[in-house]
């Protein structure tokens, strides 16, 4: 069970020496007790008290990496229930599902596919983060042979081998040593051997059962053979079924601090029918999978996806933004407008786009509202005449434009009157309303 803030004030040294950046100790072990503070802030805690906090302030769902370098992928960690309680850490990963009973043209299509799946939006890359080879064949040579292609075209991202033939897995998951990869396969009647396996390649291993009470027998003899990164499958196959059990397990987890079931949880969506799959996958990001697999790659399956797991794994409590400065968009010259706006990532990147899409070189001065969009910023005091007026001046934007106009948003067209007071010498003009009208207004000013 997680100890309380005074349970964990009393394993402290309580001297209130101020080393971990917190006034007290007392007020350190609430940070902990939040898990807002790890305890190697600490440098003079005893040796003790590390063993029992070590293990009360570990996240409920074990951190796991896969891959390596800049690719690599962190998942798990997760502290709660719903993102509103303080947010979700590691975003789950999408693998796409790559049979040995494919030609190795057509694994190599897919590797492309996968290694060329990164996108661009709102200033992060989004991917296609693994694969997971299956041992479908159910022959090892050719699980082996495939796995020479993956190493080959896509030796960089995750990789997950799915069999349940622990030579095969051996065999294979050799291909990618330093990589950490994912051993998938374990269960009731090849544990042992599979947990040798992954023990001896550094790999993480994912085990299957038929339900909740198997798996956690299961991950407990896991860990007695020598395995702590674990990923979970419960068998669960249908929409409902995932839901169901992704929920008692997290709940488990984060609730009960229940160990055997404090791992990452993999999820299959992989269906005949796209749209389908899209569904059932958008299920998977919504309730508690870390890894998704997926049959095929597709843009649109992609963009609605990334958008999801972009949208759920933000921070509620600190706005997405960008750096406080004047952008140029292509080629601006001392006559090109000059637009400003706050700088809630989303504005940023809707209204650069729609300056793009107008083919028109602009400058946009984009200022710092602390990440809120232009109506609330102004709501909130943080998009006010003074505050723009102050930010164009300290720009000195002035001395680079020919003619000191400024176009402000629609929605803040009542500021123009007090910055033109605010702003001496200034045209203040109000631009449209939604950023999907700029290209129609720079096109009639042309
Ligand atoms: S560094 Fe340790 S002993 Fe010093 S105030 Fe913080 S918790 Fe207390």
Known sequence: MALSGVEIFKLLPKTNCKKCGQPTCLAFAMKLAQRQATLDLCPDVSEEAKQ?????????????????????????????????????????????????TLSEAEITALCDQVVSSEMDRVGQKLRIDGIMLSNASGDAAKLETA??????????????????????????????????PLVFGANASNLEAMATVAKNNKAALGISAAGLEELSVLTEKAKGFGVEDLVLDSGAQTAKAIIENNTLI?????????????????????????????????????????????????????????TLRQNIYTDPQVPMQV???????????????????????????????????????????????????????????????????????????????????????????ILSGSLEEKLPGWKITVGPREANAIPAFLKSRA
């Open 52 to 100: 029992k906090l070590g293990e009360a302030s570990a996240p409920p769902v074990r951190p796991i990496t896969l891959g390596a370098g800049d690719k690599a992928t962190k998942m798990g960690e997760e502290t709660v229930l719903f993102r509103h309680d303080k947010k979700f850490v590691n975003p789950c990963i999408f693998a796409l599902e790559v049979k040995d």
């Open 147 to 180: 796995a020479k292609t993956v190493a080959a075209k896509a030796a960089a991202v995750a990789v997950i081998i799915n069999t349940t033939n622990p030579q095969a897995a051996e065999t294979a998951v050799k291909l990618f040593a330093g990589k950490k």
């Open 250 to 306: 997290r709940r488990a987890a984060i609730k009960k601090n229940f160990k055997p079931l404090g791992y990452p949880v993999i999820s299959f969506a992989q269906r005949g029918d796209s749209l389908l799959e899209a569904l059932v996958a958008s299920v998977c990001i919504a309730k508690y999978s870390s890894i998704v697999v997926l049959s095929s790659i597709e843009k649109w399956k992609n963009l609605a996806l990334f």
């Open 323 to 413: 750096e406080q400065k004047i952008y140029n968009i292509g080629d601006p010259k001392p006559d090109s407008p000059l637009f400003v706006t706050t700088n809630f990532s989303l504005t940023y990147f809707i209204v650069s786009g729609e300056i793009e899409n107008s083919k028109a070189s602009c400058r946009l001065a984009v200022m710092d509202s602390e990440g809120l969009s232009v109506l609330t910023a102004w709501a909130a005091g943080k998009f006010t005449a003074g505050k723009i007026a102050q930010f164009i001046i300290d720009s000195g934007i002035e001395k680079e434009v020919a003619n000191k106009e400024l176009i402000i948003p629609g929605y803040v067209a």
